[in-house]
């Protein structure tokens, strides 16, 4: 349970907080610290709110977000991509996503997140306050801590498609995906594919990327059966071994398909 609550008017008094109070966390909307049978607990936290981090911002060809920016406001902002805000809607419940900002949403690292990949598809990087700027796929799978300023999401080749896979729109995710692709079959210039759900962390499937850009993927149906054979879930009460199997190399052919068709 929280029992202090410390509220920092700067970045510089907040990475002190952080480096002074042994096992304190950045709250960034509390969604995921406050939610039953999460493991980021703490009983000392450190908020961001008076730290100004939510604004929206395009520079040039680089969309600067603020770690700060609630999910809701992502939806409602015009600058930001169509894939980020339907990312930003597998969220079901508006309340939660009144709340939750981004720089929690990777802050959180969950298997089940939408935004992480499709923020690795969208080449996105992070400003932060102890690391300096990172690429988001660095900051999650080296499980750092630092206090993130702001995501630059660049602009990019290609188009961009992501999908949950759930039982329901109020229901864990099951499988996660997010592919981004330049060209169309017989001529991939760039393709990025990133899958949530699988292993306690966002995935990317670099082989079955390498085979799309070499052409030793031709079609769909090769397509399918390279992700579902390279991805490895366990059964849980969400699936079987074999239907996450099929079902992950389904959503990614899917999401494929849908880069190429929007490209046309
Ligand atoms: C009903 C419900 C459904 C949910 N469904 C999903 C879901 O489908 N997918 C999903 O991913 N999450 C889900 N969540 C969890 C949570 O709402 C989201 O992950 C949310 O985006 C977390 O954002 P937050 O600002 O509330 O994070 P917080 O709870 O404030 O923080 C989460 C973690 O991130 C760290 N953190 C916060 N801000 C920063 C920052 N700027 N820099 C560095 N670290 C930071 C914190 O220290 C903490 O470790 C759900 C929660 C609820 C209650």
Redesign the pocket.
């Known amino acids: 349970m929280i029992q202090e609550f410390m509220t920092p008017t700067s970045i510089e008094e907040a990475v002190v907080l952080k480096k002074t109070r042994s096992g304190s966390?950045?709250?960034?909307?509390?969604?995921?610290?406050?939610?039953a049978g999460?493991s980021?607990k703490s009983d000392c936290?450190i908020s961001?709110e008076k730290l100004g981090?939510n604004s929206v911002e395009q520079n040039g060809n680089q969309l600067i977000l603020g770690?700060?920016v609630t999910?809701q406001e992502l939806i409602d902002a015009p600058l930001v991509p169509v894939t980020l805000q339907k990312a930003a809607r597998?969220?079901?419940?508006r309340n939660?996503r009144n709340?939750?900002?981004?720089?929690?949403?990777?802050?959180?690292n969950?298997s089940?997140?939408?935004?992480?990949p499709c923020l690795i598809a969208l080449s996105a990087d992070l400003d932060?306050a102890e690391d300096g700027r990172i690429s988001v796929e660095d900051y999650i799978s080296g499980n750092k801590?630092?206090?993130?300023?702001s995501v630059i999401v660049p602009k990019q080749k290609g188009s961009c498609v992501v999908k949950k896979v759930s039982k329901s729109s109020a229901s864990?995710?099951i499988i996660t995906v997010a592919v981004r692709i330049d060209g169309s079959w017989g001529n991939i210039n760039g393709a990025v594919l990133a899958v949530g759900g699988i292993g306690s962390q966002i995935m990317r499937l670099w082989s079955v990327e390498d085979g799309l850009k070499s052409g030793s993927i031709k079609n769909r149906d090769e397509l399918q059966l390279a992700v579902s054979n390279v991805v490895a879930p366990q059964t849980d009460v969400l699936g079987s071994v074999s239907y996450k199997k099929y079902i992950c190399g389904v959503t990614v052919a899917d999401c494929v398909d849908e880069c190429m068709e929007v490209a046309l």
Do not use: C, W
């Open positions: 966390l950045y709250f960034g909307g509390g969604t995921e610290i406050n939610h999460s980021k936290v961001l981090l770690a700060s999910l597998h969220i079901y419940s939660v709340m939750a900002t981004l720089g929690g949403n990777i802050g959180a969950r089940d997140s939408a935004l992480i932060t801590q630092s206090l993130i300023l864990s995710a």
